[in-house]
């Protein structure tokens, strides 16, 4: 009930192309969806979130697409660029307050 | 957003000691979370810091080798105690920002445990 599944485990993207992350959740009480970015040596930075009352949230190159009746969201990075490369963690969270994460995606940008 | 520092930024430790970690926000704020993230792993939630109260800890974590303070609403300590190597991790703070629902994280504190 409180899982949330994130695929690939890593990604090659060449830059240019587009990176897309997967995740599936099952607790149908989560409400906000955060997707975070960390770097080597950094903590997780929030890139955007969404909640389930939209499908779609776009900010810059950075969409989330998200399907309730699935239970899926996923991460779109458009004109993805060698700075992207990353670690890129899904997340959902209920009314508890805490933020349950994916396992991660390794993403690298080949220029 | 919410600006986290935390100390000590990285250690090395000896197997069978004890390290705090702090964890200091520049507001209040009403959610303090502490995660542990094993090397090349992801997030996990160890505890939920309540301000005046005891922490709630997750299943598989406890007070005794977990301690958490939290005096008031801008600071919190995380406690490892009777280190192993198993406990080789980044140790995290987060905080709730509040209307907006957004977690923000402090740098993480390395811990290597010899």
């Known amino acids: 009930q409180q899982q949330v599944k994130q695929s690939p485990q890593s990604l090659i993207v060449q830059k240019g192309g587009i990176s897309i992350i997967n995740c599936a959740y099952e607790?149908?009480?989560?409400?906000?969806f955060p997707w975070y970015q960390q770097f080597p040596g950094k903590g997780p930075a929030l890139l955007i979130a969404?909640?389930?009352?939209?499908s779609e949230k776009k900010e810059g190159r950075f969409t989330i697409s998200f399907n309730k009746s699935a239970k899926q969201f996923s991460l779109h990075i458009m004109d993805s660029q060698p700075g992207d490369s990353a670690t890129y963690f899904c997340?959902?969270?209920?009314?508890?307050?805490?933020?349950?994460f994916g396992q991660g995606t390794t993403l690298q940008v080949k220029p | 957003s919410a600006v986290i520092s935390q100390k000590p930024s990285r250690d090395i430790c000896q197997r069978g000691t004890s390290l705090t970690i702090q964890c200091q926000v520049d507001?209040?704020?009403?959610?303090m979370f502490w995660y542990r993230q094993q090397p090349g792993q992801s997030l996990t939630l160890i505890a939920t810091?309540?301000?005046?109260?005891?922490?709630?800890?997750e299943s598989g974590f406890v007070i005794d080798k977990f301690p958490i303070s939290r005096p008031n609403l801008t600071f919190s300590t995380l406690t490892v105690s009777n280190m192993s190597p198993e406990d080789s991790s980044i140790y995290l703070c987060?905080?709730?920002?509040?209307?907006?629902?957004?977690?923000?994280f402090g740098e993480g504190s390395r811990l290597t445990v010899l």
């Open positions: 987060s905080v709730d920002a509040g209307h907006t629902g957004e977690l923000f």
């Open positions: 607790n149908t009480a989560f409400d906000y």
């Open positions: 969404i909640r389930p009352d939209v």
């Open positions: 997340a959902a969270k209920g009314n508890t307050g805490k933020l349950i």
């Open positions: 507001s209040q704020v009403t959610m």
């Open positions: 810091a309540n301000q005046g109260s005891e922490a709630t800890y």
